[in-house]
């Protein structure tokens, strides 16, 4: 195992725990804020995907396809809010499983009318394609430093955002008393609007990104999704600083699973049983995780409640 | 308002009756269907406990029913390949009789909901959703990588397993063998709501504190109605892969455990038919909807959200009105 081999998939991780965050951080924002548990966000995801699919197919810019997915998932977010999610923050958890799972049905299904079953392809500008060459001879991705460089910058502005900004005050508030920034004068309907849009830009922003190195598909979502849940489980919920530390924990224990279980395998044990083995747990390493987690902190590492 | 007796008698004469119809007229079809509406039914009928009787909103039941498909895959495999499950530390052969498949079923789906049930109840709420889906996951990964036994392509099972004395291949024949374990499911569900237990997990669900305060443990009640839950999932599950004559890592999808949330959804939850009820009218969906449209689960979506934001109590809560729990 070579350093340069070590240091490759630490980034990969990184770069996967990072488009998680991107996940989980609207999720959460949107549970701590709301109480709302929303299963249709990996809709948002694939609505980010195709919304850039389409724009840089038309275009060819790959910036405009990053607005248009931006664009796209917030609209959808927004109207989704307005007509069905406001509806269902009295209700119990079960009526919001349920009202989001029907949103899913109806967001894959129809984006499948649309668009047909066969993925959409989404090509990585020329300016960011190609390796670059990092400090020790590592040679990596441009297009990946990239995606971990957004995801970082978005985790910083917002972590500005929610410390800093009137809105950030606002959203603090609500997650602690929403009748008395209703009272206050707050309009917490147009707040909850915009919180959840919010959250859906975000999760568009990660399918766009991550739609550039995988193919762009109906139902590309809901595994993004279920692993957000597991960040969520990890970090804690309503907790952005949980977010980013579960997704990053996450992306590392199963890329660095995938990789090194085998091989650790490998070294009391037959080639091709190792390695069926080994990939079999790492598939599996990151529930085991959560499991550890919720024996130590059954709230989650950062968890208040 | 119809009395919701009635209504499960009727529920009953269709179940019995649609199937001696299709015999008579000789419809195969009709009864294959029909058979996947009352496995369907059954899987509810086990997640209808947790959920109606405890309050568990598991959305991860999709495991056990592919624990149980997965029991009867690779017991059977191993009868048809003329290899043993284990050599050590003692020999396991495979089998074809359906009694004992049920039992490993059975038990290796309680298994899981014991181990499951622990980690996923020490929180509750929105955390136990999660979890409860993220282990559902975790089962589906794991048998995709399980090349033992087809991995991704699933396993395929030549000829149906055996009942002692009957021929299951028949379809009628199979049809009546998995009615009779629904009924059984439903008498058994009957008397655990009606017993001290099924009363005690009740107020669990309502108010946990005030169990609590009368000397009993709420977590307990709610470990223990999750493995019985789990357990007839399982069953169901093995019910399922006999009638496919096929088990793949479908059976532990998200998806799935979606669906088995929707049959008690829109039968009506904690009623007695209501998974019943969800299995026959989610089956008649499926085939009418799905010959009209490939996209047929975008109007079951639009039922469903129907259904949770305007109609309370599902199908049975709209025809029987707000009655309490009572066959």
């Not at chain 1, 091709?272 to 550890?292: H, K, R």
């Amino acid at each position: 195992m070579t350093f340069v081999l070590f240091a490759e998939q630490l980034l990969n991780g990184l770069q996967f725990g990072i488009m998680l965050f991107l996940m989980a951080a609207g999720l959460t924002l949107i549970f701590g804020v709301m109480g709302l548990i929303n299963l249709a966000h990996g809709s948002f995801y694939m609505i980010g995907a195709f919304a850039a699919a389409a724009v840089a197919g038309a275009t060819g810019s790959f910036l405009l396809a990053l607005v248009a997915a931006l664009s796209a998932a917030a609209a959808a977010g927004a109207l989704v809010e307005l007509l069905v999610i406001r509806r269902l923050y009295g209700k119990d958890h079960l009526d919001q499983v349920l009202a989001t799972f029907a949103l899913i049905l109806i967001f894959s299904e129809g984006t499948r009318w649309i668009y047909g079953s066969f993925p959409l392809f989404l090509n990585i500008p020329d300016y960011l394609s190609g390796p670059i060459l990092l400090p020790g001879g590592i040679q990596y991705p441009l297009y990946r430093i990239t995606l971990i460089a957004v995801g970082l910058l978005v985790a910083l502005g917002l972590g500005l955002m929610i410390a800093k900004t009137r809105i950030g005050i606002q959203i603090r508030a609500g997650e602690n008393d929403r009748e008395m920034i209703a009272a206050l004068g707050i309009d917490i309907s147009k707040l909850y609007t915009l919180i959840f849009a919010l959250g859906a830009a975000l999760a568009g922003l990660a399918g766009a990104l991550v739609g550039a190195i995988q193919s762009v598909q109906v139902g590309m979502g809901e595994p993004v999704l279920i692993l957000a849940f597991v960040v969520i489980v990890i970090g804690g919920i309503g907790s952005i600083k949980g977010a980013l530390i579960g997704s990053i924990l996450v992306g590392l224990t199963d890329t660095l699973g995938g990789v090194f279980l085998p091989q650790l395998f490998k070294l009391f044990m037959e080639a091709s049983v190792a390695t069926s083995i080994g990939s079999s747990l790492a598939s599996m390493a990151i529930y085991f995780l959560m499991g550890a987690v919720l024996v130590w902190r059954p709230t989650g590492l950062f968890g208040a409640r | 308002m119809v009395n919701e007796r009635l209504f499960n008698l009727l529920i009953l004469a269709i179940l019995i009756g649609v199937p001696a119809w299709a015999y008579v007229s000789d419809e195969p079809f009709i009864i294959t269907l029909m058979t996947r509406a009352v496995v369907f039914a059954l899987a509810a009928v086990g997640l209808n406990i947790a959920l109606g009787l405890g309050g568990l909103v598991s959305l991860g039941h999709a495991v056990f029913f592919g624990i149980g498909g997965y029991a009867m895959g690779i017991l059977a495999f191993h009868a048809q390949t003329f290899t043993p499950v284990t050599e050590w530390p003692f020999v396991i052969e495979g089998t074809k009789s359906m009694p004992v498949i049920w039992l490993v079923a059975v038990v290796m789906s309680s298994l899981a909901a014991l181990v499951i049930g622990m980690l996923s109840l020490r929180t509750a709420g929105v955390y136990f959703i999660m979890i409860t889906l993220a282990f559902g996951q975790m089962f589906f990964f794991f048998t995709i990588s399980w090349s033992t036994y087809g991995g991704e392509d699933g396993l395929s099972v030549y000829v149906r397993n055996g009942f002692p004395g009957l021929n299951t291949l028949d379809p009628i024949q199979y049809f009546g063998i998995c009615l009779i374990i629904l009924m059984t499911a439903l008498t058994f569900n009957l008397f655990l709501a009606k017993s001290p237990f099924g009363l005690a997990l009740n107020a669990a669900r309502q108010t946990p504190q005030r169990v609590e305060t009368v000397g009993l443990n709420s977590t307990r009640l709610k470990l223990v109605a999750f493995v019985i839950s789990g357990a007839i999932t399982g069953l169901a599950g093995a019910l399922f892969a006999d009638l496919n004559r096929f088990v793949s890592p479908t059976m532990f999808s998200w998806q799935l455990s979606g669906e088995i949330i929707i049959f008690v959804i829109i039968g009506g939850v904690g009623r007695l038919f209501g998974p019943v009820v969800g299995a026959l009218v989610f089956v008649a969906l499926e085939h009418l909807l799905g010959g009209l449209s490939d996209y047929w689960h975008i109007y079951l979506g639009f039922l469903l959200l129907g259904i949770v934001l305007f109609g309370k109590g599902g199908l049975i809560g709209m025809i029987c009105g707000r009655e309490k729990v009572d066959a």
